[in-house]
């Protein structure tokens, strides 16, 4: 995922007034709506994380493995903090897998490894949120399986696939954008000539700046909307597409 360069104290703090606000205004519903994102929200970090430090580890850098993250614990992987902005403002982050591109085998050049290991994370996220679509298939419109079930407990379950591939959509996309901190920034680096690479990294504090504004302002709904929606609707279309050669 990655790692802000900002304050704890001051994010919890943030955090713990937008909670506030939110939980005023959102009443029992949305309460309830929160709640049914976390399962959604603990699958999406915790494998986005884990594809960082097992490709990692194949690539020849043992570092994760040495710190423990190369599991599906979410204890493993979920910072507080990043965790409840996620459910709460909409983005968010995992506990940062620790690299040392030193210790890559070599069969690629250490920007393009440390590119792969970067684009585990998201590759990962649109796999869960295709694997889940085809659950939602599988159960709602193929076997109807769930149609024994409570009216509730069909909400309940419609509610948690849906959210948890929404949610790994959106933090796949999220992750993609070529901006510091997030993985889209490391992946574009490799494609850098060297003269870029050097004014990347000059200026990677401007970009920071430039992410929080992005994202406190909203602004980037007005990219990040389209994408999200042409992802979903493009990973609908092929889900559609398999189930109906089998049925």
């Given at each position: 995922?990655?790692?802000?360069?900002?304050?704890?104290?001051?994010?919890?703090?943030?955090?713990?007034?937008?909670?506030?606000?939110?939980?005023?205004?959102?009443?029992?519903?949305?309460?309830?709506?929160?709640?049914?994102?976390?399962?959604?929200?603990?699958?999406?970090?915790?494998?986005?994380?884990?594809?960082?430090?097992?490709?990692?580890?194949?690539?020849?850098?043992?570092?994760?493995?040495?710190?423990?993250?190369?599991?599906?614990?979410?204890?493993?992987?979920?910072?507080?903090?990043?965790?409840?902005?996620?459910?709460?403002?909409?983005?968010?982050?995992?506990?940062?897998?620790?690299?040392?591109?030193?210790?890559?085998?070599?069969?690629?050049?250490?920007?393009?490894?440390?590119?792969?290991?970067?684009?585990?994370?998201?590759?990962?996220?649109?796999?869960?949120?295709?694997?889940?679509?085809?659950?939602?298939?599988i159960l709602f419109v193929?076997?109807?399986?769930?149609?024994?079930?409570?009216?509730?407990?069909?909400?309940?379950?419609?509610?948690?696939?849906?959210?948890?591939?929404?949610?790994?959509?959106?933090?796949?996309?999220?992750?993609?954008?070529?901006?510091?901190?997030?993985?889209?920034?490391?992946?574009?680096?490799?494609?850098?000539p060297y003269k870029g690479?050097?004014?990347?990294?000059?200026?990677?504090?401007?970009?920071?700046?430039?992410?929080?504004?992005?994202?406190?302002?909203?602004?980037?709904?007005?990219?990040?909307?389209?994408?999200?929606?042409?992802?979903?609707?493009?990973?609908?279309?092929?889900?559609?597409?398999l189930i109906g050669l089998?049925?």
């Amino acid at each position: 995922m990655f790692n802000f360069m900002f304050d704890k104290k001051t994010l919890t703090i943030i955090l713990v007034v937008i909670l506030g606000l939110w939980l005023i205004s959102a009443g029992t519903n949305g309460i309830l709506n929160l709640l049914l994102t976390i399962p959604g929200v603990l699958i999406a970090l915790t494998f986005h994380e884990f594809a960082h430090a097992w490709v990692a580890n194949k690539l020849g850098d043992e570092t994760p493995k040495i710190q423990g993250r190369l599991n599906l614990n979410p204890f493993s992987h979920i910072d507080p903090v990043g965790f409840a902005f996620l459910i709460v403002a909409g983005f968010g982050w995992g506990k940062p897998v620790q690299i040392d591109p030193r210790n890559f085998n070599g069969k690629y050049s250490i920007s393009k490894a440390e590119a792969i290991v970067s684009a585990a994370g998201p590759i990962m996220n649109f796999i869960l949120a295709f694997v889940f679509l085809i659950l939602y298939y599988i159960l709602f419109v193929v076997t109807d399986a769930v149609s024994s079930l409570s009216g509730m407990w069909q909400q309940v379950i419609f509610a948690i696939i849906t959210y948890t591939v929404s949610i790994n959509i959106g933090l796949g996309v999220f992750n993609l954008i070529p901006l510091p901190p997030l993985d889209g920034s490391k992946i574009l680096m490799h494609f850098l000539p060297y003269k870029g690479k050097e004014w990347f990294y000059r200026n990677q504090q401007i970009f920071y700046i430039v992410f929080l504004i992005l994202f406190i302002t909203r602004l980037s709904s007005v990219v990040l909307d389209p994408i999200f929606n042409a992802v979903f609707n493009g990973m609908n279309w092929v889900v559609a597409k398999l189930i109906g050669l089998f049925v």
